[in-house]
C-alpha cells in the first residue's frame, strides 16, 4: 500500500484512541502511560469524490471502495508508543520505536488540548498542563532521532566528499532511504539550509544539524490533532495552538466521539458517515435516556461546533489539502474505463501533485515507465504526452511497448 500516516505523541494523549476510531481496531487503550509497546498497525482510509460520479458509470473497486459516490483509498496507519521529552537518549521506552515510524510519509501528532496529562502522559487536573510544551518536544525528539541516524555516519560520509569528490545528496540517500526519505527532500533540505552539497566536508556540526531539521520538516512533516476536545479545558488551548503554528495544520479532535459513533453506526442504533458533523437515529428505541441525551449534546457542542470529531477530518485534510496528493484512476480501456477483466475503475492511486503520466506509469509499475510511449486521458480521448502533469480525478490509460494499463 502506497501511503503511510504515523500516529506520534507522548503517552496517553490519545495515538491507540485515535486509530481505533479512525480503522475501527480494537487496540488496547488505558489511562496510564505506556499502554502501546508494540507499534500497532491498521489500514484507514481518505475519502474523495469518485470517478464513477463524473463518468456516469457504475464501478467495480479493487484496490479501494467506493460508498455513494465517495471513493475510500486505502491508507496505513502506524500507532507507535508515547515518546517522552529525552527519548533519544532512551528515557521512557528510548528511541527504538522511533524505527516504526520509518516508513511514514507524515505524521500526525495526537495532542492531549485538555491538558489533562503531564510530559510523561501521567493525569494531573484538567487545564494544569501547557499542551503547547507538547508540541515543541515532540518535533525536538523526531529532529534528534534523525540527526542521530545522520550523524552515526558523517565522518565516512564527508571523508568521501572529500577523498572522492562523491556526491554526499547519493550517500545521504543510502543512509536515509530506508526512512522513505527522497533524493528531491535531501536536495531541498540542503538548499534551503543555505549549505552546498560540493562542500559537505566543511560543514560544521551546525550545519549538519540544520539540514537535518529542515529534512525532517520536508520529509516528515508534522501536523496536529488537537485531541481530547470533548473535555472543557480544550477549547482556550485549541485556539493557542493554532495561534502558536500558524502554517500547521490543526484540527480539533475527539477519538472518542468519533469512535462512539462509528460503533453506533455499526450496530445500526445511528446512521454516521465519518467526516459528517450530523447523524440520524435509527432506532431510538435501542437508546436508553442518558444516551440520547449525550448524543444530543455531542452534536450541539461537537459536531455542530467544530464541523465533525476531526478523525475523517485529518485524515483527508493532510493528504489533500497539506501534503497536495491527488487522486488518479489508471484504466486499460479508456472508453468502457474498466481494466482487462472488464472492472469498471477498478483502481486509485494518490500521488503528489506536478506528477507526470510517465511518472504515474512507474508508480503502478517500473516496467511501464521505462516502456512508457503515451497515455489517454479518458475524459477527453486525446493523447497525453510523458510530460504531461495530471490533475485530481483524472482517469489515465497508460501505453507502453510492454503491456498497457
Ligand atoms: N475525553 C477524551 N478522552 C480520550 C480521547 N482520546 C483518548 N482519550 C482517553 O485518553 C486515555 C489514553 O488513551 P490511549 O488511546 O490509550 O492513549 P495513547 O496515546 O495510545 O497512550 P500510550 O499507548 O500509553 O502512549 C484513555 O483513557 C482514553 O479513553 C478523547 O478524544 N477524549
Ligand atoms: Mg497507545
Known amino acids: 500500500m502506497g501511503f503511510s500516516v504515523g500516529v506520534v505523541?507522548?503517552?496517553?494523549?490519545?495515538?491507540?484512541?485515535?486509530?481505533n476510531a479512525a480503522c475501527m481496531t480494537d487496540f488496547k487503550v488505558g489511562n496510564y502511560p505506556f499502554t502501546t509497546i508494540q507499534a500497532n498497525v491498521a489500514v484507514t482510509y481518505v475519502r474523495t469524490p469518485c470517478a464513477c460520479r463524473v463518468f456516469g458509470v457504475k464501478d467495480n473497486p479493487k484496490?479501494?471502495?467506493?460508498?455513494?459516490?465517495?471513493?475510500?483509498?486505502?491508507?496505513?496507519?502506524?500507532?507507535?508508543?508515547?515518546?517522552?521529552?529525552?527519548?533519544?537518549?532512551?528515557?521512557?521506552?528510548?528511541?527504538?520505536?522511533?524505527?516504526?515510524?520509518?516508513?511514514?510519509?507524515?505524521?500526525?501528532?495526537?495532542?492531549d488540548t485538555s491538558g489533562s496529562t503531564n510530559s510523561e502522559g501521567q493525569e494531573v487536573a484538567a487545564g494544569s498542563h501547557d499542551p503547547l510544551e507538547d508540541v515543541k518536544f515532540l518535533e525536538d525528539e523526531v529532529t534528534e532521532w534523525m540527526f542521530s541516524v545522520v550523524q552515526k555516519d558523517w565522518r565516512r560520509i564527508s571523508g568521501r566528499v572529500k577523498a572522492e569528490s562523491a556526491k554526499v545528496d547519493e550517500l545521504l540517500l543510502e543512509k536515509l532511504t530506508g526512512l522513505n526519505i527522497s533524493r528531491a527532500h535531501i536536495l531541498k533540505a540542503i538548499r534551503d539550509a543555505g549549505l552546498k552539497a560540493e562542500a559537505a566536508d566543511k560543514w560544521t556540526d551546525d550545519d549538519v544539524k540544520k539540514f537535518v531539521t529542515i529534512l525532517r520538516k520536508v520529509a516528515k512533516p508534522i501536523i496536529i490533532a488537537a485531541n481530547k476536545i470533548d473535555r472543557p479545558t480544550a477549547e482556550q488551548n485549541l485556539k493557542r495552538l493554532e495561534k502558536a503554528y500558524p502554517d500547521t495544520l490543526v484540527v480539533p479532535v475527539s477519538a472518542l466521539a468519533e469512535k462512539a459513533l462509528r460503533d453506533m453506526d455499526k450496530k445500526g442504533i445511528i446512521k454516521?458517515?465519518?467526516?459528517?458533523?450530523?447523524?440520524?437515529?435509527?432506532?431510538?428505541?435501542?437508546?436508553?435516556?442518558?444516551?440520547?441525551?449525550?448524543?444530543?449534546?455531542?452534536?450541539?457542542?461537537?459536531?455542530?461546533?467544530?464541523?465533525?470529531?476531526?478523525?475523517?477530518g485529518i485524515l483527508n485534510r493532510a493528504v489533500f489539502e497539506y501534503?497536495?496528493?491527488?487522486?488518479?484512476?489508471?484504466?486499460?480501456?479508456?472508453?468502457?474505463?474498466?481494466d482487462g477483466d472488464g472492472n469498471v475503475l477498478p483502481d486509485v492511486y494518490l500521488v503528489p501533485e506536478g506528477t507526470t503520466a510517465k511518472e504515474f506509469a512507474g508508480v503502478i509499475h517500473t516496467d511501464l515507465m521505462e516502456s512508457f510511449i503515451h497515455a489517454i486521458d479518458a475524459r477527453t480521448k486525446m493523447r497525453i504526452s510523458d510530460k504531461t502533469v495530471l490533475k485530481n480525478g483524472d482517469v489515465i490509460k497508460i501505453v507502453s511497448a510492454k503491456g498497457t494499463k
Open 63 to 111: 484496490n479501494s471502495a467506493c460508498i455513494d459516490g465517495i471513493r475510500m483509498i486505502p491508507v496505513k496507519m502506524i500507532d507507535v508508543a508515547g515518546l517522552v521529552p529525552g527519548a533519544h537518549e532512551g528515557k521512557g521506552l528510548g528511541n527504538q520505536f522511533l524505527d516504526d515510524l520509518r516508513q511514514a510519509d507524515v505524521l500526525i501528532h495526537i495532542v
Open 9 to 19: 505523541g507522548k503517552p496517553s494523549s490519545g495515538k491507540t484512541s485515535f486509530t
Open 272 to 312: 454516521y458517515i465519518p467526516g459528517n458533523d450530523d447523524f440520524e437515529i435509527l432506532q431510538p428505541e435501542r437508546l436508553k435516556e442518558n444516551e440520547r441525551t449525550q448524543l444530543d449534546k455531542l452534536k450541539k457542542d461537537l459536531l455542530k461546533k467544530y464541523g465533525g470529531t476531526g478523525v475523517q
Open 323 to 338: 501534503l497536495h496528493m491527488i487522486a488518479v484512476y489508471p484504466v486499460h480501456d479508456p472508453n468502457s474505463l474498466s
